[in-house]
């Protein structure tokens, strides 16, 4: 179910950049369990990260997996992971626009990367039946959801590890 860079324009490998041959076969597969929805049909219009963005946004589950929600309005704050779908994945050395130097991939959060799986912190505002409303994404409309955690201050946050 590979999707087509929707702009080859934004994919074109940039002085300095290192793509890599990819393996022939996967080593594992996923399960898409939901969609998320968006106000953001290209990646120009994307908030960089989510952090930065209050736009309410939906996570929608699909069938089998709506069951998987029980408690999970008890908390404030999710961990949401999704599949950047439409990033291409063979680039190791990129030179982002806002640095305009090589940097390996493993070093930025671009979406660009072997597996391209993204994370967002995100704020839960609202819990109907298999569709949650949340701040805090930066994905495009329809971008497939890999998992959803409850975020844990005292576990996720760096901030709070021991000095
Ligand atoms: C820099 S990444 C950060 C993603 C996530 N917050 C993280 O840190 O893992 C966010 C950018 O990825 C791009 N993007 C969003 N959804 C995408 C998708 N479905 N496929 C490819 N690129 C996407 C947009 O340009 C967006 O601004």
Not at 38 to 67: H, M, V
Not at 92 to 99: D, E, G, N
Not at 124 to 152: F, Q
Request: proline fraction near 9%; charge should be neutral.
């Amino acid at each position: 179910m590979r999707r087509m860079p929707e702009n080859e324009a934004e994919h074109e490998t940039r002085p300095g950049e290192i793509a890599v041959a990819l393996p022939a076969r996967f080593d594992a597969g996923i399960y898409f369990i939901g969609s998320i929805r968006t106000p953001w049909q290209s990646r120009a219009d994307c908030p960089k990260n989510g952090r930065g963005s209050q736009e309410i946004c939906s996570i929608e589950l699909f069938e089998p997996y709506a069951a998987a929600l029980a408690g999970i309005e008890a908390f404030s704050h999710l961990v949401v992971v999704y599949f950047m779908d439409r990033a291409r994945r063979d680039l190791v050395v990129q030179v982002p626009r806002h640095l305009g130097e090589p940097r390996g991939t493993f070093a930025l959060r671009s979406p660009v990367r072997p597996n391209p799986i993204a994370l967002s912190v995100v704020r839960l505002l609202k819990v109907e039946g298999s569709r949650l409303s949340v701040a805090g994404l930066d994905c495009l409309d329809r971008t497939p959801l890999v998992d959803l955690k409850p975020y844990y201050a005292s576990v996720d946050s760096a901030g709070a590890d021991p000095p």
